[in-house]
């Protein structure tokens, strides 16, 4: 299943909205604290969780939650709450979060409630929009004419090196002058998502 006409603007203006509502610029990334409280979206970690439910965190279970889980969103009533995994990095962090914003903005349904095939559009989807509040398409290209080494970019927008070659290579900013972000051709993008249920992400 293809994006719907028009998808890829529409997340443009989705970001170019958010990001005057919370007074943030292009330059600027995004501070997921903030967008969860902006959004009124509880989050809580995989630790809190196991703390309050007083389990064993050495446990097998409990390792195998950490080993299988990213972010994932889920209902009450139709609230959606977000669940992390405290344990991956700071990068990777923002990305998964990033990815259960875009389900929440895109208003995107439980996945119970879905085909297969709306489910694997909704993931693509996400995993778009997602991108996108990591790094706008304004952005991507501003870094790419202005020639901005990877190093800034990604401490200054706190963006895993994949993430940043994902979104240059999808923006289409990568065109323009490919040579300056060489070095990150070769590496793989964020891979298709499988809704909350990742084992590893390569960002
Ligand atoms: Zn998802």
Not at 17 to 28: F, I, K, W
Not at 155 to 168: A, G, P
Not at 190 to 199: F, K, L, N, Q
Request: charged content about 30%.
């Amino acid at each position: 299943m293809q994006f719907a006409r028009g998808f890829k603007k529409d997340c443009d203006s989705i970001v170019v909205n958010l990001r005057a509502e919370l007074g943030v610029e292009d330059s600027m990334p995004i501070d997921m604290d903030r967008l969860g409280a902006y959004l009124e979206i509880p989050i809580s970690s995989i630790g809190e969780h196991v703390e309050t439910l007083g389990l064993d965190p050495e446990s097998e279970c409990v390792s195998e939650i950490y080993k299988k889980t990213s972010a994932l969103t889920w209902f009450v009533r139709h609230r959606r709450h977000f669940l992390y995994n405290e344990r991956h990095s700071a990068p990777r962090h923002r990305s998964n979060l990033a990815h259960e914003f875009a389900h929440a903005l895109l208003g995107h349904p439980p996945e119970a409630e879905l085909s297969r095939e709306h489910l694997r559009l909704i993931e693509n989807e996400a995993k778009w929009l997602g991108g996108v509040l990591m790094l706008s398409t304004t952005e991507a290209h501003r870094i790419v004419s202005r020639g901005l080494s990877h190093q800034e970019v990604i401490d200054r927008h706190l963006l895993s090196k994949e993430m940043l070659t994902y979104r240059i290579n999808v923006s289409g900013a990568g065109k323009r002058r490919r040579g300056d972000f060489e070095g990150f051709r070769d590496l793989p993008g964020p891979a298709p998502e499988g809704h909350g249920r990742r084992v590893s992400r390569p960002y």
